[in-house]
């Protein structure tokens, strides 16, 4: 069975400084890794995925399948990101997705 | 982009009652659901995967006569949770995956069973 752990339940971090979530997976075929966030009352919505290898809002995310991680980075953290931010898996076949437990970013002024 | 829709986004029930939850994709079709349940500060844990036209499928551990799911159109898949308890009180949210890979999450439902 798949599974997704985010080590770090919150990561307070001050606006300008660069910040880290973690992720790892343990999952036997080829998975596709997402993140997801989740802004104070709004509903999850997606970040990004492995396969585009894109940045979005600043953050980016490497899939390392040596490591079984996908860490969520972005260099200079701002106060908007402070949200909810869930990493998570889909096997190769179907639509399910497995989540990690969440990482709380809080960014202070 | 598409979204998905749930109603109501809070209900209040006594125990031993019945509540239905509803979730609908509102600008594309949707063959598949999926229903979440979210505790306080906790992650999203699937319950079940809602299939237009056939049964349910649940995951492990998921009491499928408790929570019964509909998915009675291409566009609308109900959650009735029965008998509730107030171990029920739970944020219940629901997705529907879209044309590619991405998944589209309502905004979710609070259920407070007292």
């Known amino acids: 069975a798949q599974r997704v752990t985010q080590p770090e339940k919150l990561l307070s971090v001050f606006k300008g400084a660069p910040v880290e979530l973690k992720c790892n997976y343990s999952y036997s075929g080829s998975p596709e890794l997402f993140w997801y966030v989740q802004y104070s009352r709004q509903r999850l919505q997606l970040l990004l995925r492995h396969i585009s290898r894109e940045s979005i809002k600043g953050f980016t995310a490497d899939l390392n399948k040596g490591e079984t991680s996908f860490h969520l980075k972005k260099p200079f953290a701002q106060e908007e990101d402070s949200a909810m931010y869930y990493c998570a898996l889909r096997r190769a076949a179907g639509n399910k997705l497995t989540f990690g437990g969440g990482t709380r970013v809080l960014v202070k002024p | 982009g598409a979204v998905v829709s749930q109603h109501p986004s809070w209900v209040i029930c006594k125990s031993g009652t019945s509540v239905k939850i509803e979730c609908r994709s509102l600008?594309?079709?949707?063959?598949?659901m999926f229903w979440y349940r979210q505790f306080p500060k906790q992650s999203l844990m699937l319950m079940a995967t809602s299939n237009e036209g056939s049964k349910a499928t649940y995951e492990q551990g998921v009491e499928k006569d408790k929570f019964l799911i509909n998915h009675a159109s291409l566009t609308l898949s109900t959650l009735t949770v029965t008998s509730a308890h107030p171990e029920d009180s739970s944020f219940y949210i629901c997705?529907?995956?879209?044309?590619?890979?991405?998944?589209?999450f309502g905004p979710g439902t609070r259920l407070t069973v007292t």
């Open positions: 600008d594309f079709q949707a063959t598949t």
């Open positions: 997705s529907a995956p879209g044309n590619t890979y991405e998944q589209y």
